[in-house]
């Protein structure tokens, strides 16, 4: 969906100054990260979520459109937070672009994908009730997530063509939106819960206020 967004070029320092602002904002992110759910490993859960993503989007590039970056940061949303959504947003796609194609639209892309990471940890308690994993409500937002990101990053295009062509190119996007967004459902149901298990290993979710009721039975 980026054919004519590919078309837009940047003088080599101009894509320099915004790769250093990107890099430096993931780095921010991880410095100055969320204080309201304590991690007890979260560099090395990051760092293992930031090559499957990396990896999977590699390798699932031939299939149009279907790849694991929008459930992963969907769950480091829920797991890690704003900040580490932002951070993981920026590393994996500045990471698989150096090897897919790297450009303007790499930023679109970062964007989309933090708007749903950050939107993931402002709706966790509707993700996470007594613990576990609502998969309906996931797999619901995982569909939706589908959608926003190819819709932010079709925005790109508007460098380069009319704006009254937007929605015919969105109408046109569409097969490859549902591609995404059963992509995404289908990951939710395979990997939700044992990546869940995996990441509540090491992250606290349960509020402070819950604690004296609980020593207190």
Sequence with gaps: MLFNAHAVTLSPAEQFL???LIVSLAIGCLIFTDN????RHPGLIFAILAIIAISGRLLLDPI???QPVTFLIIMVGIYFGISYSIAFAAIVT??????????LWSNYQIFAWAIIGVLAALFRS???QNEKLNITRLAIFAGFAGFLF?????????HTVDTSFFLIYLLNGLPFDLLHAAGNIVLVAWFANPLSELMTRHTSLTSPEAVPELVSN
């Design 36 to 39: 309201k759910n304590k991690s």
């Design 94 to 103: 500045m990471s698989s672009n150096v090897m897919l194609e790297h450009g």
């Design 18 to 20: 915004l790769d250093v």
């Design 64 to 66: 149009p459109n279907v």
């Design 126 to 128: 509707q993700f996470v």
């Design 150 to 158: 190819d819709w932010v990053v079709s925005m790109s295009i508007l």
